[in-house]
């Protein structure tokens, strides 16, 4: 039975428990499309035929491309950002940890900058927005849960931090994107001393007043109870 053949059986049999190392095939061939046509069905028909996937299945994997396949790639990166994480010094600050994982985030991007261009820019529209801050507290939940964080989902600790992580993660990505002179580092070294004070903020109502995007998640944080 081919990869074809594979998938097919799968949609037939409604099952949505598709194999992720196709998608993840797909997504990398995408990537070099995109930067011209971005995230379309064009390019999801070029990167099929790159990998021997009928277009047919690949549209059952990716349905909406523009949403389905950045999805899937940032699937991937949190799964990269786990991996360096369980490499981390566990002598290390928590700081420094963060530190250093939102900075690996960040490399995993320097060779795909125009495709992040075009994420960011079909993120900005209003409708799509929330998608993108699902997108940022998945991978601050992650972070976190990578380098071993307990706290309990009951307590607002564990909320606030996701918070201030996704906020340091969001506007760093758009600083970087703009970076011409490779202040990035520095820029996250100086958001993560920012996130601290904000940390000493125990009241979780205090914080959602202090951060811009913060009325907008608190749908993803009900999603997730």
């Avoid at 799968?10 to 099952?15: L, T, W």
Wanted: charged share 30%; proline share 3%; net charge positive.
């Amino acid at each position: 039975m081919n990869i074809n053949d594979k998938i097919t059986t799968r949609n037939q049999d409604n099952s949505n428990n598709y194999d992720s190392n196709i998608k993840d095939k797909i997504v990398i061939a995408c990537l070099k499309y995109a930067v011209f046509d971005g995230f379309s069905k064009e390019s999801l028909k070029s990167a099929g035929k790159d990998c021997k996937i009928d277009y047919a299945n690949c549209i059952a994997l990716f349905p909406e491309p523009k949403k389905d396949i950045p999805k899937h790639w940032a699937i991937m990166l949190d799964n990269e950002t786990t991996k360096q994480a369980e490499k981390l010094d566990k002598s290390l600050r928590i700081r420094d940890k963060i530190s250093t994982l939102v900075k690996y985030r960040i490399s995993q991007l320097n060779q795909h900058k125009i495709c992040i261009k075009k994420i960011v820019a079909y993120y900005s529209q209003p409708q799509n927005s929330t998608t993108y801050l699902h997108q940022l507290w998945d991978t601050a939940d992650k972070m976190w849960l990578g380098i071993g964080d307990t706290t309990a989902k009951d307590d607002s600790n564990y909320y606030s931090k996701r918070i201030i992580l996704a906020t340091v993660l969001g506007t760093s990505i758009y600083f970087w994107l703009q970076d011409e002179n490779n202040e990035t580092d520095e820029y996250i070294n100086n958001r993560i001393d920012d996130a601290l004070k904000l940390g000493k903020l125990k009241n979780i109502e205090s914080l959602k007043s202090l951060l811009d995007f913060l009325p907008l998640i608190n749908h993803p944080l009900k999603m997730r109870e």
